[in-house]
């Protein structure tokens, strides 16, 4: 480990898993701390004061849902990445909507969860304000003058296309649920149903191939996801 490396705080209560995490993130030059519960881990945020959390749902001493509200509710901003057995739709959105930053399902690769720490991570120090050209692919936002454009080519987009698009590009990289863009996009007063419309049709306009997207990922009964580089 590297002087200054970014502090990860694991929170599993299986020593398996917290050693696969403690190896594979150290070999990214991650400085690594452990906790087997809740308990040790409300004491490690106050004390190593982590960078960011890897937080599994199941802990033997208070659920993963209610320590991430916890948190959240008592002003702890850092990024929080959900790693749990758990594929029910329901727990992963309650999640996101207590505040979590991402999810990785068990069993799960390194690269992958490396990328979600990455994405994270960036993602709060660009709290300040979203750059103001974004680009990932052919795809490129002008998110000053409102200007979309696919492989150099100007898109016309509808106004709810774009907002859709530009919520997305905020968030680039990040899952977000359908209640968050509804909430954001139609101030909540309208159903998944419309939603799904505007981004199929968002899809045939910046898509190559709209039935199979590169950009705008489905992430299935939770919401949609933008990818940040291709």
Do not use: C
């Amino acid at each position: 480990m590297t002087n200054g490396a970014v502090r990860i705080l694991i929170v599993d209560d299986e020593p398996p898993i917290r050693k696969l995490l403690r190896v594979g993130l150290a070999t990214q030059d991650y400085a690594i701390s452990e906790a087997m519960n809740a308990k040790v881990a409300m004491e490690l945020v106050s004390t190593d004061k982590p960078d960011l959390i890897i937080l599994d749902l199941g802990l033997p001493d208070m659920s993963g849902h209610d320590l991430l509200a916890k948190w959240r509710g008592e002003g702890v901003t850092l990024p929080i990445v959900i790693l749990s057995s758990r594929t029910d739709e329901a727990g992963i959105v309650k999640a996101l909507e207590l505040g979590a930053d991402d999810y990785v399902t068990k069993p799960f690769g390194m690269n992958e969860l490396g990328a979600r720490i990455r994405v994270a991570l960036r993602h709060r120090l660009q709290t300040q304000g979203e750059k103001p050209v974004f680009q990932t692919g052919d795809l490129t936002v002008d998110l000053v003058k409102r200007i979309v454009k696919v492989g150099g080519k100007d898109v016309k987009l509808s106004p709810k296309e774009y907002d859709i698009l530009r919520i997305l590009v905020q968030h680039a990289g990040k899952v977000l649920t359908h209640r968050f863009l509804l909430e954001h996009v139609w101030d909540g007063l309208t159903d998944v149903q419309y939603l799904r419309v505007y981004v199929r049709q968002l899809r045939q306009k910046v898509e190559a191939a709209p039935d199979q997207p590169k950009y705008i990922l489905t992430e299935t009964g939770v919401g949609y996801r933008l990818v940040e580089e291709i």
